[in-house]
């Protein structure tokens, strides 16, 4: 069982910004009493992850003193399987109620361990870890919020009782490097991340099986001992030249000690 066991890390509100305390050793008050002239003046929670601020995404020139950074991070994709044969079968209502629940499961997976969704694109979502809430620890967190959304996804179908002509599946792709993050663009001002680190983990997501959480090599390398997965797995990715190898990661072992496959 991918995920058997798996403790649920309910996300505990906090009361200052930590993304400005992370970056600016800087107490930005975010809920309580001290957070109410905040948000009069503008400054509200970030829709990103429920313990940034606003501040984090929409003046990041400004606290940062450059438009972009570059920083370690990981990268994770994830979309739903088959969303254009479901939206043919399934009724408006139906169909939002399924991405709303994804979304909501996705969003859980990865705020509870401090990655921010950075963007919603249609049935899918990219979000990344390391920044602006630093931990060192954050490809193996990625990894952790693939898997516990696999299982999430997996309990709401057997729960659901839909006819196996409703399934659903989730891909995951996750890949780790280099990354520019900060804002794009004049017009249409954008807080986001770029780089070729991220264009892999998007097709890493697309090759994805439905329920599989698949990493790149680098990434595997990188979580060393600790996973179970079903071996190498050589892959022709568009847009990328040369064949990429990547792994179906099935579990992390808590301890550090290697996962049988």
């Known amino acids: 069982m991918m995920t058997e066991g798996w403790e649920r890390m309910p996300l505990a509100e906090a009361s200052l910004c930590r993304g400005c305390w992370d970056q600016m050793r800087v107490p930005v008050p975010i809920r309580g009493p001290l957070a109410f002239p905040l948000r009069l003046a503008g400054i509200r929670v970030s829709r990103m992850h429920p313990n940034l601020c606003t501040i984090c995404e929409t003046q990041f020139e400004r606290v940062k003193g450059a438009k972009q950074l570059l920083v370690p991070a990981t990268v994770l994709f994830a979309d739903v399987r088959g969303y254009t044969d479901l939206s043919e079968r399934l009724d408006a209502s139906r169909m939002a109620g399924l991405l709303s629940t994804f979304y909501?499961?996705?969003a859980a997976a990865i705020w509870e361990r401090d990655g921010i969704v950075n963007k919603l694109i249609g049935d899918a979502v990219f979000a990344f870890f390391n920044f602006p809430i630093r931990h060192d620890d954050h490809l193996r967190r990625a990894v952790e919020a693939g898997l516990e959304l696999q299982r999430r996804c997996h309990d709401v179908q057997a729960a659901s009782g839909h006819a196996a002509s409703d399934a659903w599946g989730v891909g995951v792709g996750i890949h780790t490097g280099e990354i520019a993050i900060?804002?794009?663009g004049q017009f249409c001002r954008d807080f986001t991340a770029i780089s070729p680190v991220i264009n892999l983990a998007a097709r890493l997501q697309g090759a994805a099986r439905p329920g599989e959480v698949l990493v790149s090599a680098d990434a595997y390398d990188q979580l060393g001992t600790g996973l179970?997965?079903?071996?190498?797995?050589?892959?022709?990715?568009?847009?990328i030249e040369h064949p990429v190898t990547a792994y179906a990661v099935q579990a992390l072992s808590p301890t550090g000690g290697r996962v049988p496959s």
């Open 182 to 184: 900060g804002e794009v």
């Open 104 to 106: 909501e499961h996705c």
């Open 228 to 239: 179970g997965s079903d071996g190498p797995r050589m892959l022709q990715l568009k847009g």
